[in-house]
């Protein structure tokens, strides 16, 4: 059950980031990096407003043991409340945020996608309730041809010269699409009328998880909130490029693995299972292709950003190398949030965020006195802290100490040191660094690729099972195909 989740959700994750890799490629290449950091800008309010708007009635919705019709409705009923109190809120605040900035584009940008909140509430219960029900095959076709939606949408509009708003449509059309398709796939059972039978049981779990979603959507924004206005948005534009290009990582793997973690370990724990040995083996997967991924990018850097983005952002290379930097401590605790959530811990996963967001503030203003590579080397140390932090929880909750995290880590920094060779080569072999971006990328990629293969299945890491069982389901509906039977 759990690798056929797995295998749809990554499916689906991978073709939404086909579409998106490919608009963000050709938006590039189209938009300038001002374009890009006023978009940045808006965004972060509008994903604050996001969390507020969803108060954590979606995690809720996933973990609630008793599900009734009641508390489907009271959840309705708190999303759409928020939803369209966020949409007001946010236009009649776009004035001022612009003013804030001097920048008339944020307002214009802010003023389109608060209407998105005025549809939101209409397709967000259902996306929650099919993840609840781990029914991966209805969200791939939602977020497969929302993503479509979006992409045609923003290229069509750069392409006519809209700049920055381009960005704005294309959001505001993803989102009507998702309401309009949603409606295709909800159940008979979940009901979308408000009701109020429920409301304290919803909002008290609510105002925990949204609190923690407030808090990191700000600690994530907070760079180009702050630099925004302490430097300007050209450097927005280059810390959001640099951020662009790590997130490789959350769209490639994290993306997928995501909408299953959460329903997978709040159905374990309302089983009564132990979580020690299914959080343990997640993680040593987890990081044996995060590691070496963040090592290769890091790498790597000045080709992808020159291959993927264009000459014009070549500044944000130590930009991305920090960040990978960043990435490498942060996998450590990249799914705590949502274990503690499922297991029903809102709080600890709060406190982290408490100690998270100020963490990073004091750095990002600290840093902006010497320019955008300097925060993003000071934020290196928050994932360090924060794992640090986190590890009390892990063991009170989980009961998994420093040293069980041992062999996952000696296994996946072995890998991640042998993936490094290639690159170092290429670094350094000037013969080789003379090549084409597009031909130097793939060499290495290949060559890493093949590399991480060999090591993983020499020194038996957990994820060789993993990817013995996929391969073996995989051939099994391969030699069950119709195509491949006899009449």
Not at 446 to 465: D, E, G, R
Request: charged share 15%; with cysteine.
């Amino acid at each position: 059950m759990i690798r056929q989740s797995l295998l749809l959700s990554f499916l689906g994750q991978y073709i939404v980031l086909i579409i998106n890799f490919i608009s963000t490629i050709i938006l590039a290449r189209i938009l300038t990096p001002s374009d890009i950091g006023i978009f940045s800008v808006a965004i972060f309010f509008v994903a604050l407003a996001h969390i507020l708007r969803d108060f954590g009635v979606g995690q809720y919705l996933i973990q609630e043991k008793d599900l009734t019709r009641d508390r489907i409705r009271s959840a309705f009923t708190v999303t759409l409340s928020f939803a369209w109190f966020m949409a007001i809120l946010l236009y009649f605040a776009s004035a001022l945020i612009g003013d804030f900035y001097k920048e008339p584009g944020i307002t214009e940008v802010l003023e389109v996608l608060s209407l998105n909140f005025l549809f939101i509430p209409f397709g967000s219960i259902t996306k929650s309730y099919l993840t609840r029900e781990m029914n991966f095959s209805a969200l791939l076709r939602i977020d497969v041809s929302s993503s479509l939606v979006q992409a045609v949408v923003g290229v069509s509009a750069a392409l006519l010269g809209e700049g920055y708003m381009s960005l704005a449509w294309s959001s505001l059309a993803g989102i009507l699409w998702i309401v309009f398709i949603t409606q295709f796939y909800r159940p008979k059972e979940l009901s979308l009328l408000p009701g109020t039978k429920e409301l304290k049981r919803v909002l008290s779990f609510g105002s925990m998880a949204g609190a923690t979603g407030i808090l990191s959507t700000i600690t994530n924004g907070a760079p180009a909130l702050i630099t925004g206005r302490l430097l300007d948005m050209n450097a927005v534009g280059l810390f959001s490029r640099g951020q662009s290009m790590v997130s490789l990582f959350h769209m490639l793997v994290m993306q997928g693995l995501h909408p299953v973690i959460m329903p997978y370990f709040s159905k374990e724990h309302r089983a009564g299972e132990n979580l020690k040995s299914s959080y343990l083996h997640v993680l040593a997967c987890l990081t044996v292709v995060a590691w070496p991924f963040f090592v290769f990018v890091a790498l790597m850097a000045f080709p992808i950003v020159t291959l993927l983005y264009g000459d014009q952002w070549h500044d944000s290379v130590p930009v991305v190398q920090a960040l990978c930097i960043y990435m490498f401590f942060q996998i450590s605790t990249a799914i705590t949030d949502q274990v503690f959530t499922a297991i029903g811990q809102v709080k600890s996963a709060l406190r982290l965020q408490l100690v998270q967001l100020p963490l990073s503030v004091i750095i990002i203003l600290v840093a902006s006195q010497f320019g955008i590579v300097a925060i993003a080397q000071g934020l290196i140390v928050v994932p360090i802290v924060r794992f640090l932090l986190a590890q009390r929880d892990i063991a009170k909750y989980l009961n998994i100490s420093l040293a069980d995290y041992y062999e996952l880590a000696i296994k996946g920094i072995v890998i991640a040191g042998a993936c490094s060779v290639i690159p170092l080569l290429i670094n350094n072999v000037e013969s080789l660094g003379n090549l084409p971006p597009l031909l130097e990328v793939i060499i290495a990629l290949v060559l890493t690729v093949l590399i991480w293969i060999v090591f993983v299945f020499v020194i038996k890491h957990p994820i060789k099972k993993e990817i013995e069982g996929i391969g073996e389901k995989l051939g099994l509906q391969l030699l069950n195909h119709p195509f491949l039977k006899k009449d």
